[in-house]
Nanobody, 118 residues
Framework: QVQLVESGGGLVQAGGSLRLSCTAS????????VGWYRQAPGKEREMVATMGRFENVEYGDSVKGRFAISRDNSKNTVFLQMNNLTPEDTGTYFC????????????WGEGTQVTVSS
């Protein structure tokens, strides 16, 4: 089972930037799907960005044009560059990695807090 650890969260003013990192304990294959999700207090967890096989990327509507997901398979690390942050981006950000090929796995990190002040 792959274990994920997020880092890079913090407090930032509106309009600022943060770069989140997610490091896996095991090997993440290029064919594995990796992603970032977030959850604000009192709200459901929502997809922020995912990157699948062949680096096909999807973004949540609210972050398109501001956030960018990337990965370094050689370092088993996934990144989320967040620009032009707004208070609505505040929440706990979780990293996720999924392998559907048997035996497969679906792993989540414990999250990193992002707080954007107005």
């Amino acid at each position: 089972q792959v274990q994920l650890v997020e880092s890079g969260g913090g407090l930032v003013q509106a309009g600022g930037s943060l770069r989140l990192s997610c490091t896996a304990s095991g090997n993440i294959l290029a064919s594995d799907t990796v992603g970032w999700y977030r959850q604000a207090p009192g709200k459901e967890r929502e997809m922020v960005a995912t990157m699948g096989r062949f680096e096909n990327v999807e973004y949540g509507d609210s972050v398109k044009g501001r956030f960018a997901i990337s990965r370094d398979n050689s370092k088993n690390t996934v990144f989320l560059q967040m620009n032009n942050l707004t208070p609505e981006d505040t929440g706990t950000y979780f990293c996720n990695a999924v392998r559907t090929r048997f035996p497969g796995y679906n792993s989540w990190g414990e999250g990193t807090q992002v707080t954007v002040s107005s």
